[in-house]
């Protein structure tokens, strides 16, 4: 057994009743000073920090001094079998459509070899990050999918104990409905995916279309993790047709929709009507705003005469779902990292401290600090359908990242800041592979 004391855990992070403001907590600082003891590989209890106390008999001891702790995080959506192809496949001037083509062409390249080597990097890169659970999108229809889902495969068996690894099949439903359905099913259960992922589209057989793809989840004996509404377009409302066929359905297990930019665009009438029917399906929403922000809302000028882009244009509208709405009204939220080094968005780091850090600033989330660390922690382990994940609790994974930082607002101020990682009774190595390895972008 080993005994961390005076760890400073966001109450957010904490299991009742240690989830309580303190007199050493407020608004700005929503923390609790704890010692934490872990046996093998599980957090077997969380107490108040008391000067002078013993600790177990034969226990070690590790006094943190008041630093700022986080359990491991969890990173609820992203694309591995997208990451780190920018040097080959890059959308510089990309909106939504284009930086789709573009990895669409690229997909002829997605084997099991290359799929496997661009994963592990980014699975070494997320461990290394402090990252305990990932949930990974992977493509999959008439011509794709059956390498990547291989190399799924074989890397959730070597990262089984490390990282937490989630497998959700993507497919556009105009594929899905025109000839691809078995592929994609066949593929899915052979590859005991946790989850459809379909990219619906509004139209008018949008019902029938939900109702078939669940009736085939439920076939399955899995739940669905949709790609909705990702655009500024107020008529966009695949995540109230989804609420509405779950309910339809009586669809007996978990649903998530990602992005629902579209949301934030409509009346605030139907906005809200639309999130209540998501509150009673319980559908857990998913806001991606690294890549939404980067990629939505995109202009320019009309293209000269025998060019192909004109003058970039400064966004007047960003793609940020209404995160607030949603919590207000009980709906379980989460924030993801979404696309690494792809034609969608050139950079990230599989890194949620930086998706914590940033999703506080984009989204306001500083005004309501006692609930902003959930979105990388209890929202995303919810979710995913992982009990215990995201919390410092006991029987929680004895994952834990230390930074050397004292309050909330310090790493918020100072993302950078360094961290050492927990796990287990002891700390681990916390080494990023080198961009080198991977070669992510074009030699210059």
């Not at 099913?185 to 057989?205: I, M, Y």
């Not at 655009?231 to 609420?243: I, N, Q, Y």
């Not at 939505?296 to 244009?313: C, F, I, L, S, V």
């Not at 990242?401 to 287990?424: E, M, Q």
């Amino acid at each position: 057994m080993h005994l961390f004391r005076r760890a400073r855990v966001p109450l957010a992070c904490l299991p009742a009743p240690l989830n309580a403001p303190t007199a050493s907590s407020s608004p700005l600082e929503p923390w609790r000073e704890c010692d934490v003891a872990v046996e093998g590989s599980r957090i077997v209890s969380v107490t108040d920090s008391v000067s002078g106390a013993a600790a177990p008999a034969g226990a070690g001891v590790t006094d943190l001094g008041g630093s700022l702790v986080l359990p491991g995080l969890l990173e609820v959506h992203t694309h591995l079998d997208k990451c780190y192809t920018w040097n080959r496949a890059p959308g510089i001037h990309s909106d939504f459509w284009e930086s789709l083509e573009v990895l669409y062409k690229d997909s002829a390249h997605w084997t099991d070899e290359d799929v496997y080597r661009r994963s592990d990097f980014a699975l070494r890169t997320t461990w290394a990050n402090g990252t305990r659970a990932l949930r990974t999108h992977i493509d999959v229809g008439a011509k794709v999918g059956a390498g990547s889902l291989s190399a799924l495969s074989r890397l959730r068996r070597e990262w089984a104990g490390r990282v937490e690894l989630q497998v959700v099949s993507l497919f556009a439903f105009t594929g899905y409905f025109s000839g691809a359905a078995d592929t994609i099913l066949k593929l899915s259960a052979e590859h005991k995916v946790h989850a459809l992922g379909g990219f619906p589209q509004p139209n008018p057989d949008l019902p029938r279309q939900l109702d078939t793809v669940m009736a085939a989840a439920r076939e399955l004996g899995i739940g669905l993790d949709l790609h909705v509404d990702e655009s500024g377009l107020a008529g966009a409302e695949c995540l109230r047709a989804t609420a509405e066929a779950v309910l339809r359905n009586e669809f007996p297990h978990p649903v998530a929709c990602g992005h629902n930019c579209s949301l934030s665009v409509q009346s605030p009438e139907r906005a809200q009507e639309t999130i209540a029917l998501v509150k009673e399906a319980g559908i857990g929403i998913i806001s991606l705003p690294l890549t939404n922000v980067h990629l939505q809302g995109r202009n320019r000028a009309p293209a000269p005469d025998g060019g192909k882009w004109g003058t970039p244009k400064t966004p007047q509208w960003r793609g940020l779902t209404l995160i607030h709405e949603c919590v207000d009204a009980g709906v379980t939220v989460a924030c993801g990292g979404d696309n690494v080094c792809d034609a969608f968005i050139g950079w990230g780091d599989f890194d949620m401290v930086e998706v914590f850090v940033q999703s506080v600033r984009l989204a306001h989330l500083d005004s309501r600090l006692s609930f902003a660390p959930s979105i990388v922690t209890t929202g995303p382990a919810s979710i995913m359908g992982l009990p215990g994940y995201g919390q410092v609790a006991p029987g929680s994974p004895a994952d834990m990242i230390v930074f050397d930082a004292r309050k909330l607002y310090s790493l918020l101020a100072r993302p950078n800041t360094p961290r050492r990682l927990i796990h287990g009774e002891g700390f681990r190595k916390a080494e990023a592979p080198h961009f080198d390895e991977q070669d992510c972008w074009p030699k210059i």
